[in-house]
């Protein structure tokens, strides 16, 4: 039956088969919904593809088992204790599948393609916590995928900018995730699916490849609308010249190639993936997207400021303890609280009385983590309010400042990615080391709202959720509307007044300075900046 699901009548209990453009599939029917795992979408990156832009899978004869969660990308361990190591079903190179949650009689329904954060550097599509059923459930069809992560998916090099037709490298597991949006609007409507409904969506990482896709021209139309959870709008390697203070991409490239002791591509080629991808990272290496021209046309908040993104609507936000999980981001701790003060007076200069106010010298540890906080993660969701506005886009943010026992007693509350498992409906899917979340009324009431203002967003562009406030538009006050997810969501206007004014202040005179990232230089690790009457 092309184009269309059955019922299987072999052996597996709850079989379904799809015929899609892609080829003939196997799945299974789990509690009502019909679940496809493990589904390629582009030809595995290995051998002579690996560090080569994503090819078409071929279309496969007979029909592909796809009961069983593909392996994720390989990738260097996690860090020791880490609340986001999850359980992953191995790891290998043959990684560019898919995972299809979908309603057993969907007729064009929307589409969510979620991807998972991680750094750039770990993760996968398999994690318990991404399981799309109770997405699914609510009418959308839910996709999740793997791409290319580390030195595998991020890496640029003259060498592999010489033999690539366009001149460029680096971007990789970018361009699988815009092979896998393809890959979507090929072949989604065979599940239910609508190609013309899809809302492309992600965590952290995750959440800088939706402001990636956004960006690229490349992904223009495979989408249309986005969801940006925690994401960081910070600046970028060019390929090939030193830009906001960073080191041309091909040139990181080919230090790392020196340190890891290979004399040319074949041979970084042969180096087993595993081995590779620890040497990589125990040399230094943190992968990042590359602006090349083409791919990435210029630094996202140039992209952004320009209004040459994707016009789509936004529902984007952060949460209140970000940092607290992340405390390797910190720089270290100045001495005293006037160590603090001397710091941030020598890298802000007149700005510094403006930042001392919103991050005192007394309370040293926790203006630390509230600044980092809102330099990457809350100034980004404000600037991405404002940007859709100039682009005729409603956006919808939120501050998730939400707690509960073991995270507060840990020191954890509303920490980075707390929100994930309240979208999902995965509270009892965390990672081993999360902070498990109490089975009691109050907490599914509050994973109930926030599933049901994300299925809304995906389904229409307008959050909305039975029973729970109005979710207002970022534009309906002039200093932008948020929901405040607390015990409840609750809209409030604003909900840290000058604090994202002023790191905008303070990236605008980097960025007119030139030779300064905006990234986690911050506080009493800021250098010093630059006198705006000397910058051009």
Same mark, same amino acid.
């Not at 010093?528 to 051009?536: H, R, V, W």
């Given at each position: ?36 795992? #493990? ?5 595995? %990156? ?15 004869? &007979?029909?592909?088992?796809? =009961?069983?969660?593909?392996? $994720? ?19 290998? !190179? ?30 996968? $599509? @398999? ?30 090099? %003259?060498?592999?900018? *010489? ?15 815009? *092979? *896998? ?35 690229? /021209? ?23 010249? =030193? !830009? ?5 991409? !091909?040139?990181? #490239? ?29 040399? #230094? ?27 789509? /609507? ?17 720089? %270290? ?15 802000? #200069? ?24 809102? *330099?990457?993660? &809350? ?38 990615? @707390? ?11 965390? =990672?081993?080391?999360? /902070? ?6 109050? !907490? ?6 926030l599933g049901d203002y994300w299925a809304a967003f995906a389904r229409d562009g307008r959050p909305a959720a039975e029973g729970q406030p109005r979710w207002p538009a970022y534009a309906e006050h002039p200093r932008g509307r948020w929901l405040r997810v607390a015990a409840a969501p609750t809209p409030e206007v604003d909900p840290l007044p000058g604090h994202f004014a002023l790191h905008d202040t303070l990236v605008r005179r980097r960025r007119r300075a030139g030779d300064t990232p905006w990234n986690w230089n911050i506080g009493c690790? @800021? /250098? ?9």
């Open positions: 039956m092309a184009g269309g699901v059955r019922n299987g009548q072999g052996p597996g209990d709850g079989e379904v088969r799809v015929n899609a453009p892609a080829g003939a599939l196997r799945g299974a029917r789990e509690n009502g919904l019909r679940v496809f795992k #493990g589904v390629p979408y582009a030809r595995p %990156p290995v051998g002579e593809y690996r560090w080569r832009p994503p090819a078409p899978m071929p279309i496969w004869a &007979g029909v592909r088992d796809a =009961t069983r969660f593909g392996p $994720a990308c390989p990738q260097p361990p996690s860090r020791p204790g880490s609340l986001y190591a999850p359980a992953l079903p191995g790891q290998n !190179e043959d990684c560019l599948t898919l995972n299809i949650w979908t309603p057993e009689e969907a007729r064009r329904a929307p589409v969510l393609v979620y991807l998972h954060g991680g750094a750039l550097n770990t993760g996968g $599509a @398999a994690e318990p916590m991404l399981d799309g059923a109770a997405l699914a459930r609510r009418g959308l069809v839910v996709v999740t995928l793997n791409y290319r992560l580390a030195v595998l998916g991020y890496l640029a090099h %003259p060498a592999l900018s *010489a033999e690539s037709p366009e001149g460029v490298s680096g971007n990789y597991g970018l361009l699988d995730q815009i *092979a *896998a949006l393809r890959w979507v609007r090929d072949n989604i409507s065979a599940f239910g699916g609508d190609p013309d409904s899809v809302t492309v969506a992600g965590e952290s990482a995750g959440a800088l490849s939706v402001l990636y896709l956004m960006a690229s /021209p490349r992904a223009r139309g495979l989408f249309h609308r986005a969801v940006a959870q925690s994401a960081y709008l910070i600046s970028h390697p060019a390929l090939s010249r =030193t !830009e906001c203070g960073e080191p041309p991409a !091909e040139e990181t #490239g080919r230090r790392l190639v020196r340190a890891l002791g290979v004399r040319d591509l074949d041979a970084l080629r042969a180096l087993d993936a595993h081995t590779l991808t620890r040497a990589a990272a125990e040399a #230094g290496y943190a992968p990042l997207g590359t602006v090349d021209g083409r791919v990435l046309p210029r630094q996202l908040l140039d992209v952004f400021e320009r209004g040459e993104q994707a016009p789509v /609507p936004v529902l984007a936000g952060f949460n209140s303890g970000e940092v607290r999980s992340l405390r390797f981001l910190l720089p %270290p701790a100045p001495a005293d609280a006037g160590a603090y003060e001397a710091a941030v007076r020598r890298g802000y #200069g007149d700005l510094a009385a403006d930042f001392l106010r919103l991050y005192p010298a007394a309370d040293g540890e926790e203006s630390r983590l509230a600044a980092l906080r809102d *330099a990457l993660y &809350g100034w980004t969701a404000d600037r991405l309010g404002r940007a859709c506005g100039a682009v005729g886009q409603d956006a919808w943010l939120y501050l998730f400042d939400h707690g509960y026992p073991a995270a507060n007693e840990r020191g954890l509350h509303g920490f980075h990615a @707390a929100e994930i498992p309240y979208v999902f409906g995965t509270a009892a899917r965390t =990672t081993p080391l999360w /902070p498990p979340i109490p089975d009691r009324e109050e !907490e599914q009431r509050l994973s109930r709202a690790a @800021a /250098p010093p900046l630059a006198d705006p009457s000397e910058t051009p």
